[in-house]
Structures are given as C-alpha cells and as structure tokens.
C-alpha cells in the first residue's frame, strides 16, 4: 500500500500519504451492532418500546400558550393502514436518517412552502433548508487478479465449496474468514502535489486556511483501502473461478462540494421519499476523485507489495491496469463508481445566523420548541472518514441535552 509515514493524530497537518488506526466493530469475533450495545443487554428498560411494521407519518404540531410551536404527539400508520397516535409527555426526538428524518418533517408541514403545496400537506413552519445540502461518499472499487495463491481470500468464499465450509467454521465458535473484517488496510493522501498540474485546481477559491473543497491541511482528500477477495457489492457477477485470485484497491473521495437534496414522492409515510444527491456535479469533484483513482492505480501497479504479482484488472475487460489519465479514470467512475453508504446533511445544524440550518446547537427544529433530530443529517459537512463513531457521538450528545435540558 501507499504511504510512507503514520498518522499522527495530534499533529496540525496530514503527511501528504499516510497510515492510521482503524477501530473496527467486531467484539468477541462478531460484528457488534448499535442495538447490541445498547439495548439487548438490558432488554427489561421500562423505558423503551420497541414497535415494528409501523411507519411514522407525521410529527403533530400545535401553536402553546405562548405561541410557540411544539410537538403534541406522533401520527402512525400500521402496515395495515390504521392510524396510531402517540403522545409527547416532554420531546420528540427524529433519529430516521439523512433520508427519513427530513421526509418525516416534510409531511409534518415542516419545510419548504412550495414543495410541501404540491402534496397537498398544509405548511406549518416555512423552513426551505430541509431535505437540502445533502452529501456522501463515493467509493471506487478497482479490481486486481493476482498470480500467486494465498494471499486473497477467494478460496474460502468463491471457490468450489468453500462458503459452505466457511459457513460452517463460523457457527462454532465463531471462527474463520466470516468472524473478521474484510478490508484490510487503510490509508489516507492528500493530493495537492499531484493536482498542481490542473488549472482547475490552481485557479479554484480558497479561503480561510482551507483549500477548495473545505478542506484543513489536516483533512485526508481520500482513503485507501483493500479487499482481501473479490467483492463486487451489487453485480454479483464476475466471481474468480477455482485457481483464480482478485482483490480491490477501494478510492472513497471525501469532502464532496457537489450537493443533493431529499423530497417527498407523495405525502404517503409507506412511499419512500426521492433521493437526488447529484453526485460530481461540481467539477472539482469529479477532478479529486479521478485524481484519487489514478494514484490508487499507481499503488498497486508500482508498489513494493504487489508491483510482481499482478496480471491485470479483474475482470480483465476493465482494463484500468492501464489508465494513465484522469480522464480515463473518469470514464470509469462514471460507469463503476458507487456509493459507500455515507449520506448526511439533509437537516444541518447551523447557528442562528445561518438560514440554510434546519437545527441549532441543541439539535432542536428551528421554530419548534421540543423536537429534535439526532442522526447523520443535522452534520453541516462530512466528515474526512467514515461517520459510525460520529453518529454514536451525535446520539450520546443528544442524550447529554435532554438531561440538561430536565434540570431547568
């Protein structure tokens, strides 16, 4: 892999390649889940209800004493098509995701006027900025056939007979190639050496010690990370035959400047809302992320730990072993590029000032005096990496503020 230094994570700015500590979420040799943690060990807390085949539908909002709006309660609907409602002693408190928690406010008649008249959902509050400024991280997978067995894991997954056995290892006791992480390595690069050589890049704004994506000098461009067998997420095709071995060098571009939006399909809870992210719309994305790629190539092909064993791109028809160009690389994003499941945004925290913030500091809806929202989509930026420890710390904030907020 690339990179020839460590990450030092209290160091000010970011070797231009560099390693770091990955913490992974296995415990015991198995993933360990949110709810895992939380709720199953203790799953006699008078204080939770779990409910299935429910959708939430709307957030009831009413006009107090002081009129102020605040949150009366929760309108439901059962698989069936029969309305539940909850009431709200104190908060409510949306946690659906980038994608549902501003679709559960729009049809609350909370956001913009115009969007929520074509549904015919009355408006309560006029705030325009929900369901905008949404963002993710793209990820490229480039695959590699290898010459020399063992050192993918393709026999233990692909080859003739081997999920089964492998199946069978991992129901008792939890070993062999299910019980661990399937990346590898991971590292991180800055490219702005490797950019200098692009007008767009030299002539783009900057401002405030940041470069043009938002970026500090201590914020990676993009990651690396390897698969150690052939991966191919939703194609489900290609799958290295008996005697054959392929992994991935994965690119995800972080720091997107291109920006999407979350809208409804119909004021329908069953219906899903319509998603458009708008992926590399903004040139400069487009330019970083095959940049990205192109030295991803570079490491496999040149570097020490592989340069030998290489036959070429798997499968062979891609042909990425060799792209030179970033504009070959963008014909291939195009084409193969995906997304790494890191939306956020779509409800942005932001100060008073800020007129495109859905929450403010407390994660409190801007206008309405008891609803929260505690998810990836209050985040007014991704991250540079990948956001689970970020959304835990999201969660435990809120739970902090709730608290707080109790004693006054």
């Known amino acids: 892999m690339g990179g020839d230094q460590s990450l030092d994570h209290k160091s000010k700015a970011l070797p231009d390649n560099a390693f770091a500590l990955i913490l992974r979420s296995i ?17 006699t807390q008078p204080n939770i209800e779990i409910r299935t085949r429910e959708y939430v539908d709307r957030i009831i909002l009413e ?43 729009l049809r609350s008649g909370v956001g913009p006027k115009e969007e929520l008249r074509q549904h015919g959902i009355k408006t309560i ?31 233990l997954i692909w080859h ?9 290892e991992y129901q008792k006791p939890h070993t062999g190639f299910f019980s661990q992480f399937s990346f590898g390595v991971f590292a991180y690069a800055r490219l702005d050496e490797r950019l200098k050589d692009s007008e767009l890049w030299r002539n783009a704004y900057r401002a405030n010690g940041r470069d043009p994506m938002g970026t500090l000098p201590s914020q990676p461009h993009v990651e690396f990370w390897n698969t150690e067998c052939y991966s191919p997420k939703y194609m489900y095709r290609d799958f290295p035959p008996d005697g054959r071995f392929a992994f991935a060098l994965a690119t995800e571009f972080f720091a997107p400047r291109s920006r999407g939006e979350v809208t409804l399909e ?37 570097g020490l730990g592989t340069k030998d064993i290489i036959i070429g791109s798997w499968p062979a028809e891609h042909g990425h072993h060799s792209y030179k160009t970033r504009e070959e690389w963008q014909q291939a994003i195009r084409q193969r590029a995906d997304t790494c499941y890191h ?33 990836a989509s209050i985040m007014p930026t991704l991250i540079s990496g990948h956001p689970q420890m970020a959304v835990f710390a999201i969660g435990e904030k809120v739970s902090d503020l709730i608290r707080e907020s109790r004693k006054t």
């Open 27 to 43: 415990h015991r040799l198995r993933h360990n889940e949110v709810y895992q943690h939380y709720f199953a060990r203790d799953k």
């Open 63 to 105: 006009l107090d004493s002081n009129g102020t709006l605040r949150a009366a309660g929760v309108q439901m609907q059962t698989a069936s098509g029969h309305a539940i409602t909850a009431k709200a002693r104190e908060e409510v408190i949306i946690t659906a995701g980038t994608y549902g928690s501003p679709a559960i406010l």
């Open 125 to 155: 509050l006029n705030l325009p900025s929900v369901g905008k400024n949404l963002m993710d991280h793209l990820v490229m997978l480039s695959f590699y056939e290898v010459s020399k067995p063992g050192v993918t894991n393709d026999h």
């Open 160 to 168: 003739k007979g081997a999920r089964e056995r492998t199946a069978q």
């Open 266 to 302: 119909s004021a329908d809870p069953t219906k899903n809302p319509i998603v458009q992210h708008n992926y590399l719309s903004d040139p400069l994305d487009m330019l970083l992320f095959s940049e990205g790629c192109r030295f991803a190539n570079e490491i496999v092909l040149e």
């Open 343 to 375: 939306p956020a945004g779509s409800c942005k925290m932001g100060r008073k000032n800020d007129h495109a913030a859905v929450v403010d500091a407390e994660l409190l809806v801007r206008g309405i005096s008891n609803v929260r929202v505690a998810d």
